[in-house]
């Protein structure tokens, strides 16, 4: 088990106070901001505005002053857990160790709780699009969560859950669109507006997307409960495709390393300092939760 | 029965033909893409994208030449649509004379259809947003669908079926939320594509949506079910917040027509050529569907 990079907690207090600013903020009805701050302030990793603020910080820019961009990240990400623990899809009464969204405030509210987070990305991205490389960063946000990106991903897994047909090309087409497109998206937006190439970051954050939903499936299978805060072996009791259904744990394990040791050679080709990638790509190899 | 104006369909030809060819080049997975166009080729009388280029018209701009955002406008509507209609909503089973999008595609694909409208509103948005006149309506537009928009409006209107502790405040601030915002939102972005001040048009934009959600409250109890499309009475059979429930159907109908006054007074602070606004208040005030 190793460590979370010694940078990860700089990056992660800073979001939590700009994120605790912006809840306090809120003008909605108040029954609708509680819903909306509930699943905000539920915990998590905050990986994605962590990339986004590491990414920019490697580049040589002024991490802090990305307010707008990291919100629209970590609102993006909350609405897309709140619609998909929905009964409708994978229907979990369980999130981060607490009861999910909708069965706290009900399915409807919930609904419109994960409507309201994702058109605040909208808004907090056209408020930071005042120069060209914010506009893109944006752009590739929206991108990356909407039709032909994240919510393509969450329309296949729907589709592939008891589909004994499914197979490599889904799960492929799965990792690389319903989680790797929003890991990857912090560290292009970053790349856009430092100005540099965001090829390079592109091919990085999708293989470390791919790693961190494959050790995700694995845990579900090996890792304890308590430690997961949500409920474990619920992919393979209700059929959903994953690389451990379709490659068994040992070699899923195997793909995970070899997708890991391409991770740090696609790093090769980031300009600046990227040693909080490379030990962050150990921590999710390695993580036991 | 008055007629719409007569360059309505000019606009509205227009907008489908813009429509038809965004809707060919979807690059979604199939079944998800078939979803949005379902909802999206419903029919309708596109009165946001309508209001958008007349009023661009009205300013002397090239009206047909903003596309992203019309298209934008008509995403965000239709995604409301698909949302409110389903069960832990409104529950609605017919939508314009066809099933309703989850009797259609089911529930799931229903919310993720829902999901990626509004986030290609979103790509659609910032794809504009090249020059601040475009950002700042893209910004109007995301504000006005949001979570102190629209979507506060869905949730008091869903917060207030059978309240009957619930009066005019709550009414007042569902119609001017739920239904008034993304009316008056097309009319302020051709006010700041245009350069013009937004205020005029925000006055009477507002009065505008209100009076076409009165309208359509009252409609729902005298009009007729083959006409509308849709299932009639169902407000009081939900024990919906209406103006029919709150001020009885006769005093509903004169502050309609109070409503429609105000309307065409708010019409004389706007610039440019106001006739097709004048004529629209007539139709939506007197129109039988």
Chains 1, 2 share one sequence.
């Not at 329309?155 to 319903?178: P, Q, S, T, V, W």
């Not at 393979?236 to 050679?265: Q, S, W």
């Amino acid at each position: 088990m190793s460590a979370l990079p010694a940078k990860y907690d700089t990056y992660l207090a800073a979001f939590e106070r700009i994120l605790a600013n912006y809840c306090a903020g809120m003008g909605s009805p108040l029954g609708l901001a509680e819903g909306m701050r509930y699943s905000l302030l539920a915990g998590g990793k905050r990986i994605r505005p962590v990339l986004f603020f590491a990414a920019l910080d490697a580049f040589g820019c002024r991490w802090g002053e990305e307010r707008e961009l990291a919100l629209a990240l970590e609102c993006i990400h909350t609405y897309s857990l709140i619609h998909d623990d929905l009964p409708a899809m994978d229907n979990d009464d369980l999130r981060r160790g607490k009861p999910s969204n909708h069965k706290k405030f009900g399915e409807g509210n919930a609904i419109l709780a994960g409507d309201a987070l994702l058109s605040e990305a909208f808004t907090l991205a056209m408020t930071a699009a005042k120069d060209e490389p914010h506009r893109r960063a944006g752009e590739i946000l929206s991108r990356a969560a909407g039709a032909e990106g994240m919510v393509a991903g969450q329309f296949m897994d729907l589709a592939c859950e008891n589909d004994r047909a499914a197979g490599e090309g889904e799960l492929a087409f799965i990792y690389e669109n319903k989680t790797a497109q929003l890991i990857r998206a912090p560290l292009m937006m970053a790349s856009a507006i430092a100005g540099k190439d965001e090829a390079p970051m592109k091919e990085f954050g999708t293989a470390l997307g791919v790693l961190f939903q494959m050790t995700d499936d694995i845990l579900d299978v090996k890792g304890e409960s308590v430690k997961m805060g949500k409920t474990l072996g619920k992919d393979e009791e209700e059929n959903k495709l994953t690389c451990v259904r379709i490659y068994g744990l040992a070699e899923a394990e195997r793909r995970a390393d070899e997708l890991a040791r391409r991770c740090r050679e696609s790093l090769t080709y980031v300009e600046g300092e990227t040693k909080f990638f490379a030990e962050l790509v150990t921590y999710v190899r390695e993580r036991d939760r």
